[in-house]
Nanobody, 115 residues
């Protein structure tokens, strides 16, 4: 088992930046995948960014060039740096990790981008 706690969400104006953090309750070194998802009202949850154990990354087309995912094994934390935010980035952002075929989710953090 692992507990995940997201933080860093909030209200920001369009064009601004936020950095989300997802802190794990134990070492993340063995996690196969760490990812950020988001869910806007009335929409399905979607993958935003993912980082694998060896460091390769994937991004949704809508955030490429604006968002950066990273992980700090020593701090047991995965980050999502979000720049040039747009109103359409407004959503609840969730952290997910995968390990040995099991998935774990955080409780989510709200990001609201005003125009």
């Amino acid at each position: 088992q692992v507990q995940l706690v997201e933080s860093g969400g909030g209200l920001v104006q369009a064009g601004g930046s936020l950095r989300l953090s997802c802190a794990a309750s134990r070492s993340i070194f063995s996690f196969d995948l760490m990812a950020w998802y988001r869910q806007a009202p009335g929409k399905q949850r979607e993958l935003v960014a993912a980082i694998r154990r060896r460091g390769s990354t994937d991004y949704a087309d809508s955030v490429k060039g604006r968002f950066t995912i990273s992980r700090d094994n020593a701090k047991m934390t995965v980050y999502l740096q979000m720049n040039s935010l747009k109103p359409e980035d407004t959503a609840v952002y969730y952290c997910r990790v995968s390990e040995w075929g099991s998935d774990y989710w955080g409780q989510g953090t709200q990001v609201t981008v005003s125009s």
